[in-house]
């Protein structure tokens, strides 16, 4: 497989996962601001912001109209829905000859749906609607695609983004300390309430939903899950040759993070709960940039310029 249509599909994965998971980010938490009139919302909408990795201007009091305006319909800001699917069909475009007919025609109806702007009363319906046209694509991938390389990229693109997104979520948990989303929440947001009361049989605690949403090997949105399956699609990509182990660095990150979370004990994880998800996504940062520097080499910084239009 050619490196640019590797990479093309590795971006897809993340892209689609990224904009489903701060399409749930935002749905929990600038839902909780218009619930809980003692949250100072310009410290929260700073912390969100700070959260997912976007610039707080300092000489303005932040709303939840700025934080709405900067990540969800914002086409030019990287950390943006708009601007994920945008990017996620700029780079099916790249791989066209790859990329299905139902899959380009998902990604390029959602791209030309994209709201300018969403009106307050229609904040979660957008959100839904966000979800929705992920899940669509998902399942286009997942049901019409053949186990090869080019479902291995674009299913390790999604599963590296999916622990990001989920350890950015399990982040906010502490965002507005007591008055944070609570671990029903934060399941609700995750579409695991469900999965978690057929697993613990009881209301959500502290160490229990956050036990799941790390540690839990079956359900698909937590990070163990998450970085099991990347770590499968890297073995599949480049089986383990010799005798001394694992010599790719990728895999070799993966594998200290997921042995790190997994013998740690869950109440030590919860003492420094945003401290060891910044861990979770430095980490898989790093094993991105693993991956491009041995699948995707290139001397240039990667620039696709997308239609005026």
């Known amino acids: 497989m050619l490196s640019r249509i590797a990479e093309s599909l590795f971006w897809i994965g993340r892209y689609i996962e990224r904009s489903d998971g701060t ?7 600038l839902q909780l601001l218009l619930e809980d009139p003692w949250i100072d919302e310009d410290t929260a909408c ?7 990795g976007s610039e707080a201007p300092a000489d303005q009091e932040l709303t939840r109209q700025d934080v709405l305006a900067q990540l969800a319909v914002d086409r030019t800001h990287p950390a943006s829905i708009a601007y994920s699917l945008g990017a996620a069909r700029e780079n099916a475009r790249r791989a066209r000859e790859i990329v299905s007919t139902e899959l ?6 959602t791209r030309a749906r994209m709201p300018r702007r ?18 669509l694509a998902v399942g286009i991938v997942d049901s019409a695609t053949s186990r090869d390389d080019a479902w291995r990229f674009f299913t390790l693109g999604r ?29 609700r947001s995750c579409g695991a309430y ?6 613990y049989r009881g ?19 937590s990070v163990m899950f998450s970085i099991s399956r990347a770590e499968e699609c890297m073995r599949d990509l480049e089986p383990r040759r010799g005798r001394v ?21 869950i109440q030590d994880t919860l003492v420094d709960l945003p401290g060891r998800m910044d861990a979770v996504q430095n980490v898989t940062s790093q094993v991105s940039e693993a991956i491009r520097e041995r699948y995707f080499p290139t001397h240039a910084v990667p620039a696709w310029i997308g239609e005026n239009s």
């Open 159 to 187: 599963s590296l983004e999916r622990a990001d997104m989920t350890a950015r979520l399990l982040a906010t948990r502490s965002l507005t300390e007591a008055s944070g989303p609570s671990w029903t929440t934060i399941l």
């Open 46 to 52: 700073r912390s969100l912001l700070s959260v997912m």
């Open 23 to 29: 399409a749930r980010i935002l749905d929990v938490h």
């Open 104 to 109: 380009w025609e998902c990604l390029n109806t």
């Open 245 to 265: 182990g694992t010599v790719d660095s990728a895999q070799r990150l993966l594998g200290q993070i997921r042995s790190d979370l997994e013998y740690r004990p």
């Open 194 to 199: 469900e999965a978690y009361l057929r697993t």
């Open 118 to 135: 969403v009106a307050s009363d229609k904040v979660h319906e957008f959100f839904g609607w966000v979800r929705e046209r992920s899940a």
């Open 203 to 221: 209301m959500p605690s502290a160490k229990n939903a956050a036990e799941f949403l790390l540690l839990d090997q079956l359900f698909p949105r």
